[in-house]
Nanobody, 120 residues
């Protein structure tokens, strides 16, 4: 059964840090690009960070550049999002997505999300 499970969310004060983890099962992420999104109440979903299948290319939303770091451990079949210097506006549900595009079809999997709340 294909599954992505996020963990590591919680309540933290502004300026603090959290490390989110996304564990994959039922498939191997080594050939997948992985993306972290977030969605705050009343707002549209926002791409936070993305990493290529090899881990060699990363991209970040301007709002998190210099504060968040995405990483990928293909051996553990996990992707991480290290979040430092958190701000109240980072409060959201964070989701991870795995994407693989082939000539035959696309593979696209999502996790259930983990809540991050940053208090001021």
């Amino acid at each position: 059964q294909v599954q992505l499970v996020e963990s590591g969310g919680g309540l933290v004060q502004a300026g603090g840090s959290l490390r989110l983890s996304c564990a994959a099962s039922g498939f191997t992420i080594s050939t997948y690009a992985m993306i972290w999104y977030r969605q705050a109440p009343g707002k549209e979903r926002e791409l936070v960070a993305a990493i290529s299948s090899t881990g060699g290319i990363t991209n970040y939303a301007d709002s998190v550049k210099g504060r968040f770091t995405i990483s990928k451990d293909n051996a553990k079949n996990r992707v991480y999002l290290q979040m430092n210097t958190l701000k109240p506006e980072d409060t959201a549900v964070y989701y991870c997505e795995a994407i693989l595009r082939t000539t035959a079809r696309d593979y696209d999997y999502w996790g259930q999300g983990t809540q991050v709340t940053v208090s001021s």
